[in-house]
């Protein structure tokens, strides 16, 4: 069982900064797909980003189109924790936003939500204009 905790949500100004964290409790050393998801108010739970990591090994990373240059996905596996850097936020990018993870070998994207064993609570970012 991998235990997911998120934090560093919170209010920012369009244009503005913020990262997430998502800490891993019971985390091991497998091969895992680890992922970001967004979900607004009335929408679908989307994909945000996702990073493989295997054996302490950080892979590749896979960002949705809407993110691709603004948001950063990474992986501290010496503190067991994920990051989500977010810059040049949009209104548009407002919504609860989970960490995911899956243990598997292979493709990791961040789509199929279904796919992913895993998930945290959640954390709000609310981005005004």
């Known amino acids: 069982q991998v235990q997911l905790v998120e934090s560093g949500g919170g209010s920012v100004q369009a244009g503005g900064s913020l990262r997430l964290s998502c800490a891993a409790a019971e985390y091991t050393r497998s091969a895992y797909c680890m992922a970001w998801f967004r979900q607004a108010p009335g929408r679908e739970r989307e994909g945000v980003a996702s990073?493989?990591?295997?054996?302490?090994?950080?892979?590749?990373?896979v960002y949705a189109d809407s993110v691709k240059g603004r948001f950063t996905i990474s992986q501290d596996n010496s503190k067991n924790t994920l990051y989500l850097q977010m810059n040049s936020l949009k209104p548009e990018d407002t919504a609860v936003y989970y960490c995911?993870?899956?243990?598997?070998?292979?493709?990791?994207?961040?789509?199929?939500?279904?796919?992913?064993?895993?998930w945290g609570q959640g954390t709000q970012v609310t981005v005004s204009s």
């Open positions: 995911a993870a899956d243990p598997r070998f292979g493709i990791c994207i961040p789509q199929a939500s279904g796919d992913f064993r895993y």
């Open positions: 990073i493989y990591t295997s054996g302490g090994v950080v892979g590749r990373t």
